[in-house]
Structures are given as structure tokens and as C-alpha cells.
């Protein structure tokens, strides 16, 4: 929870303000009952967010924050910020979800910057070339990629997903460990290349490489599908298995997998064998 006069964030049941002294029963409790939101870095109802995503290729998202207003993001994903904002950064959910986040690609810490003053400009730059994409999870929770999450507002929940069945866990292309995005407001993802966005119908189905989705509707089906044909083994340069999204919901793909782009450059560095 956080002051609304000052914007410090604090613990459950403080009564005063520890920075600015602040009835804080007074104002009323951020959030609400749900348990969920109530683990993630701050909780409450969220506001509309002003943001800017610039860059063409090489993208950043500038966020400017309201006095009070919050955005948390991994340790050290901050790129620059004015100086009316403050960084607090803690192992949000204990150690175990912690945990979580590091399986899923994230770091064990996270950091939340809030803004003590009005207009206080944040700006968090993606990890690799490709685009970024803002998501608002309030209608159906959102399972992405590892290393996806940048950034989101206070009232999201960045948990891990388990994919279900052997074949999506070892042949879906992202292991058995995903990102699962909840809550409400506004969660920003990074996307390797360019972005594609899809809205399946029920039933429909979509196959994919492995590596191209970066992000999908908790309502969509996410699987792995043998390829069909010794020929289309042996010669199609698909590999084994492709991965099948199946609707009713969103999907977000993307044209390239950073990895299978470190692979392809990997033999022309310096040192490596031809």
C-alpha cells in the first residue's frame, strides 16, 4: 500500500505515514480482498497511464507518473528517471516467488519507482532490438515468454505459468517454465523482431515455429505438435515439432527468437570455428 499524500510506499496496517505522518486509515486502503493483487509489488485500482514507446527498433517506453503513481520493474531495469521519483527494491512475495521469477527469467529482486511530485518522467529501454508491447491484463490474465516482462503497473502480478503436457513443456519452444501476468492495469513486454497480433476465434488453431510466440491470452491452448512426413523431418529445416495455439483469445508473435538469432551470428564471431 502507499501514502496518498506522499506517495511512501508501506506496510500492511500502518496506521501513520512513516514520511510524512499521514492519517493513513483515513485515506483508505489501496487494493481490496484479493489476495493476488494484494502480493504484487503495490495493490489498488489502477490509473490510466500516460506512456510513450519510442525507439523504431531499438524501443524504450517513457512513463510519466502522477504524484503517488508507481511502476515496478526488475532490479536494474531503470534507464534514466527525474529526480522527484524513488526507488524502493524488495524480493516482492518472498523468497519462493522470487524464486518463481528467476525460473521464469526475471530477477529474484524487483524495484518499484514511485513519484513523490506531479509529472515525473520514468524511462525503461528494451534488452535487445525488436519492439515493445503495451498489454492491459484486466480482461484475461496473459502467459508470455521468458524475459518478456519490463515493466507494469503496481496493480499487476508477475507469477510463473507451468505448461501443461510433456510435449509443450520440452518441444513448445520456452521450456516448462513461462511468464503469467495478472491482476489489473497495464503490463509492458519485450517482443525479439517484429510483432505480430492475432485474435483467434474458438477452435481456431495456429502453428507456429518454436521461439515465435512471444505472448498469449490465458484462454488460448498452448501446445506441441509433431511435424507430419519423414521428408518434412529430414529436409523442411522446421525440426521435430511445431507449437499450435488454439483460440478462443489474443496472440502476440514475433518474427525472430533472440536465441536462434545468437545462434546464427555465433559462428562468425571472433574465435569461433567455421
Not at 486502503?29 to 502480493?39: D, I, M, S, Y
Not at 507518473?65 to 520493474?73: Q, R
Not at 521464469?104 to 535487445?128: C, H, K, N, W
Not at 513443456?169 to 492475432?198: A, N, P, Y
Request: charged content about 15%.
Amino acid at each position: 500500500m502507499f501514502c496518498k499524500n506522499c506517495g511512501k510506499q508501506l506496510n500492511e496496517g500502518t496506521r501513520f505515514c512513516t514520511s510524512c505522518g499521514a492519517n493513513v486509515s483515513d485515506q483508505g486502503r489501496l487494493g481490496g480482498g484479493n489476495p493476488e493483487t494484494q502480493a504484487s509489488p503495490a495493490s489498488g485500482v489502477p490509473s490510466e497511464l500516460n506512456y510513450k514507446i519510442f525507439g523504431d527498433n531499438l524501443p524504450a517506453v517513457s512513463i510519466r507518473l502522477g504524484a503517488g503513481e508507481s511502476i515496478y520493474t526488475q532490479a536494474g531495469g531503470m534507464t534514466w528517471m527525474d529526480s522527484g521519483i524513488v526507488m524502493e527494491t524488495n524480493m516482492t512475495g518472498g523468497f519462493m516467488k522470487g524464486l518463481g521469477r528467476m525460473l521464469s527469467g526475471e530477477s529474484l529482486f524487483m524495484a518499484t519507482y514511485t513519484a513523490r511530485i506531479p509529472d515525473q518522467e520514468i524511462v525503461i529501454a528494451s534488452s535487445f532490438p525488436g519492439h515493445i508491447v503495451a498489454i492491459d491484463v484486466a480482461p484475461c490474465p496473459i502467459i508470455a515468454q521468458k524475459k518478456a516482462f519490463l515493466c507494469a503497473q503496481p496493480s499487476t502480478v508477475l507469477g510463473t505459468y507451468v505448461a501443461r503436457g510433456l510435449k509443450a513443456g520440452f518441444f513448445g519452444g520456452e521450456g516448462f517454465i513461462l511468464q503469467r501476468i495478472s491482476g489489473s492495469g497495464l503490463v509492458f513486454l519485450e517482443i525479439d523482431g517484429s510483432m505480430v497480433e492475432r485474435e483467434l476465434a474458438p477452435g481456431e488453431t495456429i502453428k507456429v515455429d518454436t521461439g515465435n510466440v512471444a505472448a498469449f491470452e490465458e484462454t488460448v491452448q498452448y501446445q506441441a505438435e509433431m511435424v507430419k512426413g519423414f521428408k518434412n523431418i529430414l529436409f523442411g529445416g522446421e525440426g521435430l515439432f511445431l507449437t499450435t495455439l488454439t483460440g478462443p483469445g489474443k496472440v502476440w508473435l514475433q518474427t525472430m527468437s533472440i536465441s536462434e538469432f545468437a545462434k546464427n551470428i555465433l559462428p562468425f564471431m571472433p574465435g569461433s570455428k567455421q
